[in-house]
């Protein structure tokens, strides 16, 4: 069936290390793959989002990579800082439905 | 412009009783979706509404059912609420499916 799975479910880093999300997809039809932040007891906000005809986006310390043969995407967070400790998800759109991954929640410790 | 907003924010039930979350959005969006979202189960799609007068099952429809009411409005029903949807439930819009998808603020709900 349709899915997407997300890997680490949990991430604890030092702060200043980068973090790697790791996402895969069941769709090879998908062409959108946006990330999104939760923060504690908030709605889910958009910070990066890639299409299927682009490799790789960078968005100051935040970069999204997409490999369209393995259907595997991920997110890639350089120094850490505390401000980015929050839930993380992965999706894709998959049979013109935006699924999400499970989530990785992403603690960076001071 | 006040973006996507549901209600109620929270809300208890009893096992067996119905009610309705209510979603609208102000930003002339095409694509609805209502989505739970339970503790290491991420957000999953109950239904999602691609246009006006279209509704589509998403993974967990079972136990729900929508309206899309106009472009604004994208309700959701549980006819006979159960201790297993006892979750946080979130609305969101946008243009389409390639589309930045912008959420509500969430509704908590808990069946007793």
């Known amino acids: 069936g349709e899915n997407v799975e997300q890997h680490p479910s949990t991430l604890s880093v030092q702060e200043g290390d980068s973090a790697v999300i790791k996402c895969t997809y069941s769709?090879?039809?998908?062409?959108?793959f946006p990330w999104y932040k939760q923060e504690l007891g908030k709605r889910p906000q958009l910070i990066i989002d890639?299409?299927?005809?682009?490799g790789e986006k960078k968005d100051q310390r935040i970069a999204v990579t997409l490999n369209k043969t393995t259907k595997h995407f991920s997110l890639h967070i350089t120094e850490t800082q505390p401000e980015d400790s929050a839930v993380y998800f992965c999706?894709?759109?998959?049979?013109?439905?935006?699924?999400f991954g499970q989530g990785t929640e992403l603690s960076v410790k001071p | 412009n006040a973006g996507v907003t549901q209600t109620p924010k929270f809300q208890v039930l009893k096992t067996g009783q119905s009610m309705t979350l209510q979603c609208a959005q102000d930003?002339?969006?095409?694509?609805m979706y209502w989505y739970r979202q339970d503790p290491g189960m991420g957000l999953r799609l109950i239904y999602y509404?691609?246009?006006?007068?279209?509704?589509d099952k998403g993974e967990v429809p079972n136990g729900y059912n929508v309206s899309r009411l106009n472009k604004r409005e994208f309700s959701l029903r549980l006819e006979s609420a159960a201790p297993s949807q006892t979750s946080v439930y979130f609305c969101?819009?946008?243009?389409?499916?390639?589309?930045?998808?912008?959420f509500g603020q969430g509704t908590r709900l808990t069946v007793v």
């Open positions: 969101a819009s946008s243009e389409g499916p390639t589309t930045e998808a912008f």
């Open positions: 769709d090879s039809a998908s062409n959108y």
């Open positions: 890639i299409r299927s005809n682009v």
């Open positions: 999706a894709a759109n998959l049979g013109g439905k935006l699924i």
């Open positions: 930003m002339n969006h095409n694509s």
């Open positions: 509404s691609a246009s006006e007068g279209t509704t």
